[in-house]
């Protein structure tokens, strides 16, 4: 019997010899945390839209735990299982004595050449470009001979485009979205009633499936993707658009990581989108380096730096979360940058990549939140968020917490950065230009804030001493910093 977890649904996922199948939905799962509405409908409808199309190849079991689910399945009987993609869920199998745990499937590189990669640089910083150039030339991905295509590894530069001036949205074709059939209704009737018993509670609203849970569904939205909105995709990657959160990005993640589709199909659609002249290559490399590079690069190092890596908070923040963002009340802040993102999350599960590390994880870490609960808070309320990917991304990207092992320096910045990004500071009832008084933008003042708490941290770093020595230069900065202190928790 082969064991399928509910993130390994897509077709590479099988077992090389075909055999009886395995999948459990396991209660405790929902139990012990609040997750997204959004986010729990999204993975038990994919995983019941995988057992119906495996049909009677599967034994589909409901139980409370996995090890309860697998002796009902199997009692004493052997099983096989793909690495799972979270720590737990490993020693999990391998504590299991009949289980045989075989290599991770849905990911470029093997474990085990990364971490010669990265042993191989043992003494300096890891960095996700040389990652993403090694990737490049291994898989051969928008490789001509042993050179990058067009002769550049980056499109970075082209690619940091503030948003079109006076553009409410980006005009480009809308993503691809489902339909929801009987199943997704099952689910919903499902959820209800746990939530009414009090069996589990969740955040966020409910609303139609907005992601794709079937191999069917997320081949129709790579396929829009490549086809309609990977052009338009890199100049605009960084900018915001109030009226418009998904401008044109791929909303592949939460297909992605369920396992519906595999990395490389993606990149290479997205090659050959180039290749027949059918999207500019600026665009199809900040897509790849995405995928083959950041996405990839997490998964890497959510192993390599080991289960400790998870509890660093080098910077040792340790407030708790306040309730108005534990539970996703948009209506309590005042700055618009923060009602308009977090109603996003409260509504959808999702958001895009800028709002996630410059507006929430940004003020996390200015308001010195602990990073443990900052990320078990984006774990639970993305529709892509999993262990694997939430770890590096949250502890490392955007709280720093660290040290520095993933990234140069913090991911933060006061009102300025989020005024010429993004069309959220029109309109708001804070200016970015302000550092005092009533109309003092949260994020100006609590940069300055941040800067000033690890001043002789941020002064030993090349990339943020010159931040330390403008603090220093503030002539109202002892005012900045009692104002900033006064702010509390309180929304801003
Ligand atoms: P696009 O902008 O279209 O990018 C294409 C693909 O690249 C994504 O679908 C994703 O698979 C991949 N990708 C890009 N950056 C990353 C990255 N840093 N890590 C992993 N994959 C990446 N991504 C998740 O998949 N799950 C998460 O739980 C998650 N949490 C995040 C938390 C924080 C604080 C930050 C800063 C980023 C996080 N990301 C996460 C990365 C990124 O924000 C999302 O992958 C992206 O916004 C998903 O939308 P999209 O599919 O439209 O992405």
Known sequence: MHWLFGDQLGPHFLPDRAGPLLMIEARSVLRRRRFHRAKAHLVLSAMRHRAAELGDRLTYVKAETYREGLERAVGTGPVTVHHPTSHAALRLVRSLPRVTVGPARGFLVPQEDFAAWADARTGRQLRQEDFYRWVRHGADLLMDADAPAGGRWNFDQDNRLAPPRGAATLDVPAPYRPREDEIDEEVRHDLDRWEKAGEVSFVGRDGPRLFPATRAEA?????????LRLSTFGPYEDAVLAA???MSHSLLSGALNLGLLDPLECVERAENAWREGRAPLGSVEGFVRQIAGWREYVWQLYWY?????????????TAPLPDWWSELDADAPQAR????????VRDTGWTHHIPRLMVLG????QRGWDPAAVTDWFHRCFVDGYDWVMV???VGMSQYADGGRMTTKPYTSG?????RMSDLCSGCAYRPSERTGDRACPFTSGYWGFIDRHRVRLAHNHRTVQAVRQLERLADRDLVLRQEHARGDAPP
């Open 415 to 419: 009102g300025a950065y989020l005024h």
């Open 337 to 344: 940058c923060l009602r308009t993102v977090l109603a996003q």
């Open 219 to 227: 081949l129709r939205a790579l396929t829009r993707f490549v086809d």
């Open 362 to 365: 940004s003020h996390a870490l």
């Open 244 to 246: 418009d959160p998904v």
């Open 392 to 394: 590096p991304n949250v």
């Open 305 to 317: 730096f080991g289960e400790e890596y998870r509890h660093s908070n080098t910077l040792n923040h």
